[in-house]
């Protein structure tokens, strides 16, 4: 059978066909049909990540972002209001912004100057008499988006139907906020990114996140790349207390470093890391002891992976954000994080971290994008064997908060990220 007839007998398949509890269907990783379903029924339909407030400061502050394959503009008005708006002209639907992030007055299209201000209204069109009569521009603003913001965190939506966000992400929240104490009593905010791609499907790379079973093959060279310390911190394939938690809605954290899942509760029994001596020694010198060893402490970030469905992870001490760009390939970007206003010697330590796994010479992210390829490629052979995500079905448990709960190498994050795929391919 050809690849382009499976592809079209794999989509006569109902979601409930294509996804079972402990395996799904390879088709998922490469129907093209299947993956213009996904557009319209998951990201079109959902709150999808767009920014986090540090991006967008202050009034004209803007980054450019993409829902699905829909470009969109992420700008904080001049009433503090953040705005999600549609990157598409009224006109004749050109892009009005190509930058990534900077700061505006407004937007004006290049093709025939319509501008628009931050909040996406029509304000000026060159020669206005070939319009008189004819158009009206209050009805021709820049498209809005439903906007909502949880611990800094900005989601989007363009279904106005959609439930709260404070709802949508659940038992996630409670991850959230212990995300957050990472920046040591300073806001967190963003230090850059790395932005690469991978030739594979976006779910690939939103399985992995919270796949632990990974973790001590694939990141071999990194673990080998690391001092002892940083090695046994990141040793949890052995460790009880290290587990995976699936908390509906498809939103899943690993926990790897179960002593750093609360940074604010320290009993002082852990030392500071020897690599981190110059960071102790030289904060030692303004701050207190306590203040000194909560920035230490945090500098690998929190102690888990928090990956929320479906587009961003809140994963240690970055964020990695996903974009779908067709069937077989997919963006990320890895975003690294510091202490707003906190000190330059700790946030330029955060950034060597991020650098040393995260950076396109790192010895992290290299290595999960090949593997990701390498499942791509796989999935065109055998198309009656699915991809299985059964391991630790045998000793997951379901906590009296609902959350299924297993061990961090078990497969329980992925078991839910797929019982939501078909919720929501089933609508
Ligand atoms: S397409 Fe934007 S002004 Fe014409
Ligand atoms: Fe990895």
New binding site residues.
Partial sequence: MSTHEYRLIATSKSPEDLVQHDRVDVSLYNDPALFEAELEKIFYRTWVWVAHESEVRNSGDFKTATIGRRPVIVVRDKKNNINVLENR??????T?CEKHKGNATGFT??????SYGLDGKLRA?PYPDGYEGILEKSELPLTSLRVESYAGMVFASYNDEIEPLEDFLGGARHWMDLFMKQGAGYPIKTQGEHKFSFKGNWKIQLENTTDGYHFPIVHKSFMSSVDEETSEMLSFMTDEQAVTHSLGNGHSVMVMVPEHVDLDHDDGTEQLQERFAHVTEELSKTMPADQVRRIVRSLHGAGFNLNLFPNIAMSMSFFRVLRPVSVTETEIRHVALGMDGGPEIANRERMRIHEHFQGPFGFGSPDDAEAWDRVQRGSYAGVDAPILVNRGLNREITAENGDKVSHATDEGGMRGAYDMWKRMMSQ
């Fill in positions: 002209c009224r006109h004749r639907g050109a009005v299209c290049p093709y025939h100057s319509w069109l």
